[in-house]
């Protein structure tokens, strides 16, 4: 593969031969004699004349009289199309002969290898009847398969004296455009007025010309003066009628029957190539000479019309032309967007008219092309089209629905538990930091309790006498203790005093929720007192966590005032303290000396008390973020942190049937000793379990396939079907007390980078050249997959950052594949 930009190709004729010369590389050249047809001359001037004959009037240019008689009722429109049909079937025969085959085949191998989008080739044709001949519709590599767009042709002049200077992207944002507009006898110059003032946004644009009344020496001067400005200029422009001479270098009509020639100009365009000059375009008549002449004076490139133009053409010309230019496309590439559009789109109105114009440029030269201004034109290329609204539009509303994010969100979590056990990450515990006291159907059944709603309150003393007999420090009872039952309350709470005004006081923390009505439902006051105890919120939020209260919360845990409950479901409400945030909470003040200890007789709230402790620590992932509670009102979970479920439960929490407490079997030797254990006593999946409904507390695993998939690999394999609310709470409680809080980054967020990434890739990074694709597509697949895996490992680091990798890449592939297909269809 090669970069290779460029051949140089000099065509000379000699009596009825043509001399061929091209050269390449490092000086290769190739040199082929090929005869001249002698019929190809008589259908050049066959076809010129039909064509001055169909244009025959508002031409911008002088024709020589052809004749003073009544046109005859000739149809020149058919006779044009035959004799530009004639014309170019004689030409490409020429061009497709044998003895041009090596210089056809050369260049053809060169461009297939070519890694650039173009291959140019610089024709310079010595001979002046060769010039007239239009080689731009050369099809160099048709015979080797290859697309036309990859070749293209453009003309140099032979003599190049001038140096060139190269200012492309030395300019400032703003292109400085001069525009001439000359005499306009016959002429109407309002479209191309139109056109280049509707560039006011890309450059800065000068209009000057003939005016009537003007006095012609000042207009001369005005020009002159104008040209060679201190300020210099990036593009003339000249309309009006112009024509070709041997020795001047053409001249520009200025006024009615004031001309200015080339050669009186040199001067001042000298003056304005060295201030900046790098494009001159001539909207006019026959400007070989001229461009031949510019050329030579070092001017970079230079667009002309080979023949007289009709002045519609010319006002259909140029707008296509600006079009083009100004979507920084160079000015090759406008030019031949103009030529394609008369050639495609109204060929029928303006047969032939695709032939003439026409591109010089020295091969020192960058093409020019209009430079986008850093802010404005960066942020234009970025607004989206009609297609990519629709679809963004879907993937952000998407990223917007809290049901498919949970649902994302869960076989995310599924694909970290596959990732962890896969690279050996799988964290093992000794002994977990929560035991899981399950009441779950055989403990009801051993227990011979008829209903299980409400708990029967002396099986719940039973169980604190036990865990406080093996030193239970934090026990969080996951029952609702609202309604009376008699004599059972009166055992529950002596067990419960019994465990407070130990030597080593039991901190509880109770279950607290508020029914359908908003009226919330808490621990009956002949049970405990908040003074000595906590109580905590136990509604969860599927798949995210509850987190701790602020420092500054007002929680009130009096039974005297009830706290206002209207945002129960507001994750981000702090007025409320959660179940596990309270556990862990106890947890972390209990491993202080000089933390509060319950007291049987304390008169201030307890809440209050450890709230206020200096030994309190937690992490700022522990309370929402400024972010997060924003994103409530707009009923997102942004940043709000997520619950891991790729822990695997084992490292998580230790379960054990209540029954088996009891009766003290198979008790493991971890569990003999619980003070720096949190114990949770929770329902263990019976069907009456809940508050509003029966299996209100039991999730269906399949809402959360990473407990399902660590359950099938459990030896024999865990059939449960369920979830319980207590091995949420479990969870949660883990994540507090090891601070294991993972955060997602929105996809919303995601998605925007995304589409910054990806439309900058589709507009900047793909390689235009079709060979390149592939090898494109490899490297972009292999960066999102880079990305996916780097996402997967920074969840599971300590960093714990959830990036969202579905809906970003596909926004980013959406862009890269319509780029492709764009550039599939502009081939």
């Known amino acids: 593969m090669m970069n290779f930009t460029a051949f140089y190709l000099t065509i000379q004729q000699v009596e009825q031969v043509c001399l061929f010369q091209l050269s390449w590389g490092q000086g290769q050249n190739l040199s082929v004699d090929v005869a001249y047809p002698e019929n190809l001359t008589t259908l050049y001037q066959e076809w010129q004349n039909i064509y001055l004959s169909f244009y025959n009037t508002a031409l911008r240019g002088k024709v020589a009289n052809m004749g003073s008689l009544a046109a005859p009722p ?19 025969y020429w061009l497709r002969s044998a003895e041009l085959f090596d210089i056809r085949k050369q260049i053809a191998q060169v461009s297939k290898q070519n890694q650039t989008p173009y291959l140019d080739i610089f ?17 160099i590599g048709t015979e080797f398969a290859l697309a036309s767009s990859q070749i293209r042709i453009v003309r140099t002049a032979t003599n190049r004296r001038g140096t060139v200077i190269n200012t492309q992207g030395k300019y400032p944002s703003k292109a400085r455009i001069l525009v001439i507009l000359g005499d306009d006898t016959g002429l109407n110059f309002e479209s191309e007025k139109q056109a280049i003032a509707s560039l006011k946004d890309y450059a800065d644009v000068k209009f000057i010309g003939w005016q009537p009344n003007k006095n012609i020496d000042d207009l001369k001067t005005e020009i002159v003066q104008t040209i060679s400005s201190q300020n210099g200029w990036d593009i003339l422009f000249f309309a ?39 494009c001159a375009i001539f909207n006019s008549c026959n400007g070989l000479s001229i461009a031949d002449k510019l050329i030579d004076l070092g001017i970079s490139q230079v667009a002309v019309m080979r023949e007289p133009i009709h002045n519609q053409v010319a006002e259909v010309f140029l707008p296509r032309f600006l079009q083009a230019l ?25 047969p032939s008219a695709y032939l003439i114009p026409s ?37 952000l509303i998407i990223s917007l629905l809290l049901p498919v994010q949970q649902f994302l969100l869960q076989r995310r979590v599924l694909l970290q538990a596959i990732y962890r056990q896969l690279t050996g ?33 002396k099986y719940l003393a039973s169980l604190i006498d036990r865990l406080t007999a093996n030193q239970a420090k934090i026990i969080g009872i996951d029952y609702l203790l609202d309604r009376h039952q008699g004599e059972s309350d009166r055992i529950l709470a002596n067990s419960i005093k019994t465990a407070v005004k130990s030597a080593k006081p ?20 002949n049970i405990a007192n908040l003074n000595w105890s906590l109580e905590g919120e136990i509604e969860i939020l599927p798949g995210y966590m509850q987190l701790l209260p602020d420092h500054n919360s007002q929680y009130n845990n009096s039974q005297s005032s009830d706290p206002d409950f209207s945002k129960l479901l507001n994750p981000g409400a702090t007025s409320i303290s959660s179940f596990s945030g309270l556990l862990t909470l106890g947890y972390q003040l209990q491993q202080s000396s000089d933390a509060p200890q319950p007291k049987l007789d304390s008169q201030e709230d307890f809440f209050q008390q450890i709230n206020n402790s200096p030994d309190r620590k937690v992490q700022d992932r522990s309370h929402s973020q400024t972010i997060t509670r924003f994103s409530y009102s707009l009923h997102q979970m942004w940043m709000h942190p997520i619950i891991d479920f790729s822990i695997s439960p084992q490292s998580v929490y230790q379960n054990i049937p209540a029954w088996r407490l009891l009766e003290n079997q198979n008790i493991p030797k971890n569990l003999q000793n619980l003070q720096d254990i949190i114990v949770i006593i929770a329902p263990g999946g019976y069907e009456e379990a809940g508050l509003n409904y029966d299996g209100e507390d039991n999730f269906l695993i399949s809402k959360f396939p990473a407990i399902k998939y660590w359950r099938d690999q459990e030896n024999p394999i865990n059939q449960s079907q369920i979830l319980t609310g207590g091995e949420y709470h479990a969870y949660m409680v883990h994540h507090l007390r090891t601070n294991r809080l993972v955060i997602p980054i929105p996809d919303f967020w995601m998605i925007g980078i995304a589409i910054l990434i990806g439309k900058s890739l589709s507009l900047y990074l793909l390689p235009r050249k079709k060979s390149n694709q592939p090898q494109s597509l490899i490297i972009i697949t292999i960066v999102t997959g880079i990305y996916g895996l780097i ?10 950052i959830l990036l969202p990798w579905l809906l970003p890449s596909v926004t980013l592939w959406f862009y890269i594949l319509s780029a492709i297909l764009e550039k599939k269809s502009d081939e």
């Open 240 to 278: 009006g009628h112009s024509n070709q001479t041997n020795l001047t270098g053409g001249e520009l009509g200025i006024a009615p029957g004031v001309a200015l020639s080339i050669s009186e100009l040199e001067p001042a365009l000298i003056t304005a190539k060295d201030r900046g000059l790098q």
């Open 326 to 350: 100004s979507e920084y496309k160079d000015v090759h590439e406008s030019l031949i967007s103009a030529a394609q559009y008369l050639k495609v789109e109204k060929n029928f109105t303006y």
């Open 425 to 457: 990450q799988v964290a093992t515990v000794a002994s977990p930091p929560v035991l899981l006291v399950e009441i779950d159907e055989d403990s009801i059944r051993k227990a011979k309790i008829s209903n299980p709603k409400p708990i029967e309150r």
């Open 74 to 92: 000739i149809d020149w429109h058919a006779r044009l199309v035959q004799a530009e049909a004639q014309f170019l079937s004689a030409f490409h």
């Open 791 to 800: 996402s997967l490992q920074l969840y599971i680091s300590a960093t714990a």
């Open 359 to 395: 591109l010089f440029r020295h091969p020192g030269a960058d093409l020019f092309r209009l430079q986008p201004a850093f802010m404005n034109e960066g942020i234009k290329k970025l607004i989206p089209n009609r297609r990519e609204i629709i679809v963004l539009s879907v993937l």
């Open 506 to 525: 039991t901190l509880f923390v109770f279950a607290g929720t508020a029914n359908q009505d908003g009226q919330w439902l808490r621990v009956l006051p």
């Open 123 to 139: 024709i310079a044709c010595i001979t002046p009847d060769l010039a007239k001949l239009p080689w731009e519709v050369w099809e």
